[in-house]
């Protein structure tokens, strides 16, 4: 899928599905996104720019609202999603002191998507992508990592080992279902006041992935949010996985696993894009501290 003039899809779904302007549009490097009123509704038109994307909006409209934002319009290529208007904040709400309600909701919203099968649902959408495709990137890192020495020195072979791990988890997935693929504290919404939403508290996801793979993964990158100030907070990470492991029913040692092959994975994609590993990378090193804890009881 190649990028488009903005102005002119935006002009062209407003006219096209009935919609009034809220507010200017702006775009992501994968999306194009505006605000607009659908017979007085505020909604947000979301038009991707990259095949990933398209894939979540697909994605999307498969939920149906069920645990997520209700899809009014979409086509192949872009929704019409109603507008989160609550004022509550997962975000804030880590960051001042209540890091484990935000954690507990994360795993509730989770929780929804997941109970939401191929059978309920109808056919997978289009452009799923299984876990292990996932992953590639990881393992290609990794084996170039391997073969450069300056490149293993700076992260101390971590994306190898979190590749070794991410191969054993992969190899052996357990509860596969329907992922998010990208939940964390501003993925999740408050949606309080739409029709339907009280079964949720009125929390509901965006900007999902499309992906179907082992369901231990989807709470892993909550642990690398909201920002890097709360996510390397002494000890948090211990507090959070045994929050994860109680609300969403996970083995412990299992969910350590599938962080340290994460936090490999978005460390990589950073370092392969020319970019610092960040905080991710730390909070890898963590997890790979704590499993060991885990192991030794």
């Given at each position: 899928m190649s990028q488009t003039d903005s102005r002119t899809d935006v002009a062209d779904y407003l006219k096209r599905w009935h919609l009034e302007p809220d507010g200017g549009a702006f775009s992501t490097p994968s999306s194009v996104l505006a605000p607009v009123r659908a017979q007085g509704i505020p909604a947000m038109l979301k038009i991707a720019l990259v095949e990933e994307e398209a894939a979540g909006n697909?994605?999307?409209?498969?939920?149906?609202?069920r645990g997520a934002a209700s899809?009014?319009?979409?086509?192949?290529?872009?929704?019409?999603?109603?507008?989160?208007?609550?004022?509550r904040s997962?975000?804030?709400m880590a960051r001042d002191g209540d890091d484990e309600t935000a954690t507990r909701i994360l795993c509730a919203a989770a929780g929804r998507l997941h109970a939401i099968t191929p059978d309920a649902a109808g056919p997978l959408p289009a452009g799923i992508r299984d876990l292990d495709d996932?992953?590639?990137?990881?393992?290609q890192h990794a084996d170039a990592v391997r073969a450069d020495a300056v490149s293993a020195d700076r992260s101390g072979g971590f994306h190898a080992r979190?590749?070794?791990?991410?191969a054993e988890l992969l190899a052996d997935q357990r509860e596969v279902v329907v992922l998010h693929g990208d939940l964390h504290h501003g993925n999740?919404?408050?949606f309080t006041g739409r029709a339907g939403a009280s079964d949720s508290g009125g929390w509901l996801?965006?900007?999902p992935k499309c992906i179907v793979g082992d369901r231990a993964f989807d709470f892993t990158n909550i642990l690398c949010n909201p920002d890097a100030e709360v996510a390397t907070r002494p000890d948090r990470l211990a507090r959070q996985i045994d929050v994860i492991t109680d609300a969403a029913g996970l083995d412990r040692e299992r969910l350590v696993r599938w962080v340290v092959a994460w936090c490999g994975l978005s460390s990589a994609w950073?370092?392969?894009?020319g970019l610092l590993a960040g905080h991710t990378l730390a909070v890898g090193l963590e997890a790979e501290k704590l499993l060991a804890d885990v192991r030794r009881g």
């Open positions: 697909r994605l999307m409209t498969w939920w149906n609202g899809v009014l319009e979409h086509d192949d290529n872009a929704v019409l999603l109603e507008r989160a208007l609550g004022t997962l975000v804030e996932w992953f590639t990137e990881l393992f979190a590749a070794d791990i991410a999740v919404l408050d996801a965006i900007d950073l370092e392969r894009a």
